[in-house]
């Protein structure tokens, strides 16, 4: 019988969310949606020494910010829960306890002197590295209910002696793992060890907690980083070991997202060394001295965003690459998932928010450039603002460009292209100028068109051409020659401000052209 699907993503707080991650939970998103399945999170924070206060909430903002909601875990609830390893303890002890009664694990009381002297003892043989390591030959000559008479083990537990419970790895086997996008992957237990599955201080390791977990929220597909790949062949071997191989997920392992070289995996480091981030939000870490800006402090559009970091590493079939999530959803399959990294190209990922932009409507652009104002500029009405987002949206690659890029709609230029003004004002232009001033003041309309008849008639009374004129008139707007079109510039600023800044380039042109 098919189950119902049901995924999850399962970070672990010991840093900040890296884009990788982001794009894994994606995934396991875009695949749940397009299956009418069960999106979970599961908070996977055994590992105490490496916890990160504030990493869980920043999971949680930025699934929120991308759009990926969630049908159960940590911030949501749901029947399965509890969501956070931490809060679930007891039930791995439960889990430990089966495979100790069955066979199929061990106390290990050994020591950290005794496990070195047995790598170093080990090393002399010559043997390979991954046999340094607890495994069916060398568990029987260490500490543990293996080898230790079974009194003497009760006295050693209720002595309070520290202890491990190690999983007992078969001999000489081969494991198979059939991944959705690696297909089948083969590894023979001689290269596996007995990994720890409850540490000496009660806390479960990655493996056991994972596989538990996977099993009673009925996780039926495990998408997740290809740095799991090599822990899969154990957690076949738990599951096996507990008796769920009917209702063992199946695995996909997504590629590493590579350097823009291709080089090794993308990191922080690269981001800092080439100007981006591979952050989806802003943070400060709470306990070293280290931060970085987001994709969305940067100014990028979530569902830019969200389409970019799908299309690295997913192909959908044909040329279209703008994607909603809806879009992605319906696009979506496991299989089109490359099987080598995707590399990290930013020069992309800005044109993705390009378009973005400039297809968002000028009201709902108007709103999300609000949070990017200077403090001084909050305030700015909307229908002004949605002006300034209609003339700028063709030019801008981030939200806040249309503040930085468009600072001449918010303040008259205090700079002007000097050079264009020496070579353009002379006594007939200011001839014009002045008279255009007065001219513009007395328009009963100030449009665009009405303002650019105007413009054109005064020019013809003047015996001018457009590039006499034009430039000139830019530069006492904006400061400078590049920008939207000039009439739709000054129909926006407003008969006063038009008049103002006319004005004020009168007096400014005639002192940069002779100097006092
Ligand atoms: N807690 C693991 C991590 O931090 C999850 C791996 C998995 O999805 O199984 O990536």
Redesign the pocket.
């Known amino acids: 019988m098919q189950r119902p699907v049901r995924t999850?993503?399962?970070?672990?707080p010991?840093g900040f969310q890296h884009i990788g991650?982001i794009r894994?939970a994606l995934y396991c998103y875009l695949f749940t949606r397009k299956n009418n399945g069960s999106f979970v999170l599961r908070i996977?924070d055994t590992d105490v020494a490496r916890f990160v206060p504030g990493a869980e909430q920043y999971i949680i903002d930025a699934l929120n910010w991308c759009g990926i909601t969630c049908d159960e875990g940590v911030h949501v609830g749901g029947a399965y829960g509890p969501y956070r390893q931490s809060d679930r303890k007891e039930i791995y002890r439960r889990y430990v306890q089966q495979l100790l009664d069955t066979g199929h694990a061990y106390y290990a009381f050994d020591t950290q002197e005794d496990l070195e002297a047995m790598r170093e003892s080990l090393k002399l043989k010559d043997l390979p590295t991954a046999q340094y390591n607890y495994n069916p030959v060398t568990r029987m000559h260490m500490h543990n209910s293996l080898t230790l008479p079974p009194k003497e083990v009760q006295e050693l537990l209720q002595s309070g002696q520290p202890f491990v419970v190690r999983f007992k790895i078969p001999d000489n086997e081969t494991v198979t793992v059939n991944d959705l996008i690696r297909g089948e992957v083969s590894v023979h237990t001689h290269e596996m060890d007995d990994k720890v599955l409850l540490k000496s201080d009660g806390m479960p390791t990655?493996h056991l907690a994972?596989v538990v977990d996977?099993h009673l929220m009925e996780i039926t597909h495990?998408i997740?980083?290809e740095?799991?790949l090599p822990?899969t062949p154990l957690h076949v071997l738990l599951y096996r070991a507990f008796g769920w191989t009917d209702t063992m997920p199946n695995f996909a392992h997504v590629p590493l997202m590579l350097k823009p070289d291709g080089k090794g995996k993308l990191s922080k480091r690269d981001a800092d060394r080439l100007g981006f981030t591979v952050f989806p939000l802003a943070y400060k870490h709470p306990l070293q001295d280290e931060q970085a800006t987001g994709f969305r402090e940067m100014g990028f559009l979530p569902d830019a965003f969200v389409n970019m970091l799908a299309l690295f590493g997913w192909h959908p079939e044909g040329e279209k690459e703008i994607f909603s999530m809806q879009e992605l959803v319906e696009a979506f399959s496991v299989e089109r998932i490359g099987k080598s990294g995707a590399k990290f190209d930013f020069d992309k990922a800005k044109w993705f928010n390009q378009q973005y932009i400039k297809h968002t409507p000028d009201e709902q652009l108007a709103e999300l450039i609000r949070p990017f104002a200077p403090d001084d500029l909050k305030n700015t009405p909307a229908p002004y603002l949605t002006g300034v987002c209609a003339l700028m949206k063709e030019r801008v690659t981030f939200l806040p460009d249309f503040w930085t890029q468009g600072h001449f709609f918010f303040a008259a230029p205090a700079v002007y292209d000097e050079k264009t003004v020496q070579k353009k004002w002379n006594a007939k232009t200011a001839a014009y100028f002045t008279q255009l001033t007065d001219r513009l003041c007395q328009l009963p309309q100030f449009t665009a068109v009405v303002i650019e008849q105007e413009v054109k008639t005064a020019m013809q009374e003047h015996q001018m051409g457009m590039g006499d004129v034009l430039p000139l008139l830019r530069i006492m707007l904006a400061g400078t020659i590049s920008g939207p079109p000039v009439f739709d510039m000054a129909a926006l600023l407003g008969t006063d401000e038009v008049n103002n800044r006319l004005s004020k380039g009168l007096t400014a042109f005639d002192a940069i052209v002779q100097p006092a």
């Open positions: 999850r993503y399962a970070p672990s010991t991650g894994t996977e990655y994972n996977d495990v997740r980083g740095e799991w822990s």
